[in-house]
C-alpha cells in the first residue's frame, strides 16, 4: 500500500469553490493510560506503513468536520516517537557510553594516531581520562530529548502516514545563542513532497507571544506563511496569515485534559491543499509540547556556552536531515 493514498485536492476541480476545512486536535495528556491508546497502538503497528516504529506511542486523534452537514468524524492520530521524547535511565547511559568511548578513542588518537601505546602513553593517557569533563559526566547531564510527532489517516480498511513534524536542534541552538532567546526549529515533511517545510520561531524584542513562519511550496510558488501567537487568549491562539492576510486560526482550548485546539481555515486555494490542512494540523498537534521543547533548548545552550558540546547528542536522524543533496557521491 502506497503511503498516501487519498487524493491530495491541490487543484480546482471544476468550479467548486473552496471550503472551509475545521479539525479538532485532540492531544491527550497521558497517553500511555489512556483507555483508547490500546486499541489505536494495535491498529497503528499492524498498518501497511514502515512510517510506525516500535517505539512509537499514540498520543492523540484529530477530528475532521464536514463543511456541508457539519458533522465530526475521527479522521486521524498522532503518534510520538517516545525513545527520543521520553528516553530512560538506559537509553541514556547506553548514550553516554557512546561518547565516553568516542572521547577515549580521540584522546588516544592525540598521543598516537594509531597502534598501541607504551606504557608511559598509557598513563598519559590515564591521566587525561581522569580529567576529561567527558569522562566524569552522568547520564542525568545528557540532552537527547527531541519532539518527533506524525500523522496518520485511519479509516476501517487502511491506514496510511500523512507527514511528520520535527524538532531540529542544531539551528535552535546558534538560533538561540544569538538572539538570547529559546527559540523552536521544525521540519515537516509530506508524502509525494518536492520541498521540505521548514518553520522556524522568530525574535522580536518588544513582542512576547510567540511568532512562526514558514514557506509553503504549492502550485509552483512559494506561499509564506505567518502564525502569530494572540497577546490576550485563553488558550493557544494562534492567526494564521498569508501574504499579510488572515486565513484561519488555531484556537486552544484551555480548560481541556490535554492540549486540545481547533484548526479553522477559511476558503481559499490552501484550505483545498489537503497537504497544507495535514501541516497546520501536525504544527497544531507541537504546540503542547513547546514549552518541555524550549526548556531543552535552555540545557541544552547552557551545555554548549560551558564548553560541554557533548551534553548535546543530535541524533543520527537529524543529521541526514542536513546532508547536501548536490554534494558529489
Not at 467548486?16 to 489512556?34: F, T
Not at 475532521?64 to 528516553?87: F, Y
Not at 527531541?146 to 507527514?163: D, Q
Not at 523552536?184 to 522568530?202: A, D, F, G, H, K
Request: glycine share 6%.
Amino acid at each position: 500500500m502506497s503511503d498516501n493514498s487519498e487524493v491530495e485536492g491541490d487543484t480546482h476541480m471544476g468550479t467548486k469553490e473552496p471550503q472551509q476545512r475545521r479539525r479538532y486536535v485532540d492531544m491527550w495528556a497521558l497517553p500511555g493510560i489512556h483507555p483508547s491508546n490500546v486499541e489505536l497502538l494495535q491498529k497503528l503497528k499492524t498498518a501497511d506503513t514502515n512510517h510506525f516504529t516500535t517505539n512509537m506511542d499514540v498520543v492523540g486523534t484529530v477530528s475532521e468536520q464536514d463543511p456541508e452537514s457539519g458533522d465530526w468524524e475521527k479522521s486521524h492520530m498522532l503518534g510520538l516517537r517516545t525513545d527520543v521524547w521520553k528516553a530512560d535511565k538506559a537509553e541514556m547511559e547506553d548514550a553516554l557510553d557512546v561518547l565516553q568511548n568516542q572521547r577515549r578513542t580521540e584522546l588516544k588518537r592525540q598521543i598516537k594516531k594509531s597502534g598501541r601505546l607504551s606504557r608511559k602513553q598509557q598513563k598519559q593517557l590515564d591521566e587525561q581520562l581522569a580529567e576529561d569533563c567527558v569522562m566524569q559526566m552522568d547520564a542525568g547531564a545528557i540532552e537527547k530529548r527531541r519532539l518527533v510527532l506524525k500523522l496518520f489517516k485511519t479509516s476501517n480498511e487502511r491506514t496510511s502516514w500523512c507527514g511528520t513534524i520535527e524538532q531540529i536542534t542544531t539551528s535552535e541552538i546558534h538560533n538561540s545563542i544569538g538572539t538570547g532567546k529559546s527559540l523552536l526549529s521544525m521540519v515537516v515533511m509530506l508524502p509525494r513532497s518536492e520541498c521540505v517545510t521548514y518553520i522556524q520561531q522568530n525574535h522580536r524584542t518588544f513582542r512576547i507571544p510567540s511568532l512562526f513562519t514558514f514557506a509553503f511550496y504549492h502550485d509552483g510558488r512559494m506561499q509564506h506563511v505567518v502564525l502569530k501567537r494572540r497577546w490576550i487568549s485563553v488558550g493557544a491562539d494562534y492567526e494564521i496569515e498569508v501574504g499579510g492576510k488572515s486565513i484561519g486560526e488555531i484556537d486552544g482550548r484551555l480548560f481541556s485534559f490535554g492540549s486540545d485546539s481547533y484548526l479553522d481555515l477559511d476558503p481559499s486555494e490552501l484550505s483545498e491543499n489537503r497537504k497544507f490542512v495535514d501541516l497546520m494540523t501536525l504544527f497544531t498537534a507541537s504546540i503542547g509540547y513547546h514549552k518541555a521543547m524550549r526548556k531543552s533548548i535552555d540545557r541544552r545552550v547552557k551545555a554548549t556556552l560551558c564548553g560541554d558540546a557533548h551534553c548535546h547528542v543530535i541524533e543520527d536522524e537529524e543529521i541526514r536531515l542536513l546532508h547536501n543533496g548536490r554534494a558529489a557521491a
